[in-house]
């Protein structure tokens, strides 16, 4: 599971949008410095909801098909490196990075077993190589629905 987060949620909200989370995507807005002064209070929010100790998180800047920018691509990586988080800018009109944003982060959840092999094993499916399954259903090459 993963959750998105570039708006205020109500209170009631913040908890379920956070339990259980593997990934989060935090973005700004690069032509607004006001949304990226306001992340610290998002982690701080996270840091608070979050039932995961190692969810992959990661700072995504938008807009970047925009002239008028205020914040600067080095100060994102900063902020990125100073927290741990994955850092990319992107832009969600032309589409710019956003492919990749993506790509990055599942391939870090999956590079993180502590995150899925607890959720696998909740919605009871097993992931084994192909060669050790004894029944070839349709599932795909890994995986066997138990």
Known sequence: ???????????ALTHSYYRGAQGVVLVY???????FTGLESW????????????????LVGNKIDKPDREVERKEGLQFARKHSLLFIETSAKTEDGVQQAFEEL????????SLWDKGTEK???QL??????????SCGTY????
């Open 43 to 58: 982690l701080n929010e996270l840091e608070m909801n979050s039932t995961e100790s190692d969810t992959v998180k990661m």
């Open 128 to 137: 084994m190589e192909s060669s050790a399954r004894q029944n070839k259903g």
């Open 106 to 113: 599942v391939l870090k959840i999956l590079q993180t077993p």
């Open 29 to 35: 807005d690069v032509t607004r410095k006001d949304t």
């Open 1 to 11: 599971m993963c959750v998105w987060v570039s708006f205020p949620l109500p209170l």
């Open 123 to 125: 919605q009871g499916v």
């Open 143 to 146: 995986c066997s629905l138990t």
